[in-house]
């Protein structure tokens, strides 16, 4: 019979005891050696928690199971498999579906009503010792922190931890860091003034001043630094899966010496939710060029910006590498905003919306769509070819290993090149499936496009700049302004078109099947 083992640890300390993987799995050899069982593969997760299916190890595993001819699973014990019913009941049907049995070390059963039952309670006893455990660490958690005791391993950016004795035990307490407790403290000033997170992380960044572990400041972490009440000295319990106690946040007021004042916090978290209330259009929107993140330098590919001359009388759309670094990195691409908006909406009126240019445009991309799933097809039949023929090569290095021929040592190494060949084609076949699965090659209708395209039309020439913008942004990619001619790069319209949301003059993203274009306009 060909067996695979499989052993988890779920802490650190756990491995250093006698349930160790190597204790594991000599005990599970040692099994499998006395009944005759070939092993054909092991697998293991360390510090990982059997309450979820997301184990590397534990993942290869069933793989291998779905992939080589194995007869059963060995486990040491049931708990080691999964610590989670739904976890252990969808692995079990997995391994029916595939002809393969679970066999425990320390549990009896086979695979009847009663043998299932008895699995099933032992799963059971098994998941109740996990929460029930998970339950006791949360009761420890929340006493610690009632009793003011910091209960997380690293302290926030701007407090350190001292070590206080608590009776015949050490426990952690937060106290500022004299280095980096003035940084949050500036944030929420910088915040106060009215400058937002790209702002405060631009400036931070500019001065040199990163986070602790030396990485730039990101928008998101001085949010999260912001919205952290641990900086007005309180500790928060949030909720936990587990644990019944924490459904409501738990506050504990006063906790530890605060790094911002109260008020000061109070103020901040009312910016912050009135600016959640409110939240401001994209930067395109306000920008009064009408081609705002869609258009770029025919030279050297970078985007256009807009630029005034004459106290503002005149407009253009201005290679932004020429206008900040000068010639030596671009030549230069400029040209009026007037004269190069009416050209690109003229184009999109006369041309791209014309009903006979959309109609050609519904078929090729309907084409495109079918030729392309062929193609996916002829691969997945490729990639089925070669992992039949790995396969078979796999089955004849076993067979040689069982009869003698040669020994494990010597077919090790190829057999786990072949094991890889086989891993990377099945994740070769995942992604083309996937792909093959968002392809729906009756989706673009004719009518529907031609009747969006009128309305499209009609917005473009009589809505308000933010519409035409978001208009524009659903139908063109990208516009590429060249000496001689301008390219425009197009997709079709969508009744209900979510535009990307670029910075001021950057480029929208390109490509896709969808993609066609228009040149020498």
């Known amino acids: 019979m060909r067996v695979v083992l499989y052993a988890r640890v779920s802490s650190h300390k756990q491995a250093e005891?006698?349930?160790?993987?190597?204790?594991?799995?000599?005990?599970?050899?040692?099994?499998?050696?006395?009944?005759?069982?070939?092993?054909?593969?092991?697998?293991?997760?360390?510090?990982?928690?059997?309450?979820?299916?997301?184990?590397?190890?534990?993942?290869?595993?069933?793989?291998?199971?779905?992939?080589?001819?194995?007869?059963?699973?060995?486990?040491?014990?049931?708990?080691?498999?999964?610590?989670?019913?739904?976890?252990?009941?969808?692995?079990?049907?997995?391994?029916?579906?595939?002809?393969?049995?679970?066999?425990?070390?320390?549990?009896?059963?086979?695979?009847?009503?009663?043998?299932?039952?008895i699995a099933h309670t032992f799963e059971a006893?098994?998941?109740?010792?996990?929460?029930?455990?998970?339950?006791?660490?949360?009761?420890?958690?929340?006493?610690?922190?009632?009793?003011?005791?910091?209960?997380?391993?690293?302290?926030?950016?701007?407090?350190?931890?001292?070590?206080?004795?608590?009776?015949?035990?050490?426990?952690?307490?937060?106290?500022?860091?004299?280095?980096?407790?003035?940084?949050?403290?500036?944030?929420?000033?910088?915040?106060?003034?009215?400058?937002?997170?790209?702002?405060?992380?631009?400036?931070?960044?500019a001065e040199g001043t990163f986070t602790r572990t030396g990485r730039p400041w990101t928008p998101q972490k001085i949010y999260a630094i912001l919205k952290n009440p641990v900086y007005c000295g309180d500790l928060v319990l949030g909720t936990s899966r587990h644990c019944s106690e924490f459904q409501q946040p738990l506050v504990i007021r006063n906790a530890h010496e605060p790094l911002v004042p109260r008020d000061v916090f109070d103020r901040v978290q009312e910016i912050l939710r009135s600016r959640a209330k409110n939240p401001a259009a994209p930067r395109w929107h306000g920008s009064p060029y009408l081609l705002s993140g869609l258009v770029r330098c025919g030279k050297c590919g970078a985007a256009l910006c807009g630029t005034a001359a004459k106290s503002g009388r005149f407009r253009y759309y201005t290679c932004t590498r020429y206008y900040k670094e000068g010639k030596r990195s671009c030549p230069g691409t400029r040209v009026r905003k007037e004269k190069l908006e009416q050209f690109v909406l003229d184009k999109v009126t006369t041309v791209i919306l014309a009903p006979e240019n959309?109609?050609?445009?519904?078929?090729?991309?309907?084409?495109?769509?079918?030729?392309?799933?062929?193609?996916?097809?002829?691969?997945?039949?490729?990639?089925?070819?070669?992992?039949?023929?790995?396969?078979?090569?796999?089955?004849?290095?076993?067979?040689?290993?069982?009869?003698?021929?040669?020994?494990?040592?010597?077919?090790?190494?190829?057999?786990?090149?072949?094991?890889?060949?086989?891993?990377?084609?099945?994740?070769?076949?995942?992604?083309?499936?996937?792909?093959?699965?968002?392809?729906?090659?009756?989706?673009?209708?004719?009518?529907?496009?031609?009747?969006?395209?009128r309305d499209l039309e009609k917005t473009l020439s009589t809505g308000s700049l933010s519409e035409r913008k978001t208009f524009l942004a659903s139908l063109v990619k990208r516009i590429v302004v060249h000496q001689e001619r301008v390219e425009i790069e197009y997709r079709l319209p969508q009744s209900q078109p979510k535009p990307e949301e670029p910075t001021v003059l950057q480029s929208v993203a390109s490509g896709g099947a969808d993609g066609s274009r228009t040149r020498g306009l």
């Open 17 to 117: 005891k006698d349930l160790s993987v190597g204790a594991q799995l000599r005990a599970l050899r040692g099994f499998a050696h006395e009944k005759g069982w070939t092993v054909v593969g092991e697998f293991v997760d360390k510090a990982v928690s059997g309450r979820t299916a997301n184990r590397p190890g534990f993942k290869e595993m069933l793989s291998a199971v779905r992939r080589e001819k194995v007869d059963a699973v060995l486990v040491w014990k049931l708990d080691r498999l999964a610590r989670d019913v739904e976890v252990a009941a969808a692995t079990q049907a997995f391994l029916r579906r595939h002809g393969a049995r679970l066999i425990s070390l320390h549990e009896s059963f086979d695979d009847t009503p009663q043998g299932r039952l």
């Open 125 to 205: 006893l098994a998941q109740f010792y996990s929460d029930n455990l998970a339950q006791d660490i949360c009761r420890g958690i929340r006493e610690v922190a009632l009793r003011r005791f910091y209960y997380h391993g690293h302290p926030p950016d701007g407090y350190k931890t001292i070590s206080v004795r608590d009776g015949t035990t050490t426990r952690k307490k937060l106290t500022p860091d004299e280095v980096r407790g003035p940084i949050p403290l500036r944030m929420f000033y910088m915040c106060l003034s009215g400058k937002g997170g790209r702002e405060i992380s631009n400036t931070l960044n």
């Open 358 to 453: 959309l109609a050609r445009l519904v078929d090729l991309v309907n084409q495109e769509l079918a030729e392309s799933t062929e193609r996916i097809d002829a691969e997945l039949q490729r990639i089925d070819q070669e992992i039949a023929v790995i396969q078979a090569r796999l089955a004849r290095l076993f067979d040689a290993l069982e009869t003698g021929k040669l020994e494990l040592e010597d077919l090790a190494p190829r057999i786990k090149d072949l094991r890889k060949s086989i891993e990377k084609l099945e994740n070769r076949k995942e992604a083309l499936l996937e792909a093959k699965g968002t392809q729906d090659v009756v989706v673009v209708d004719k009518d529907t496009i031609l009747a969006y395209a």
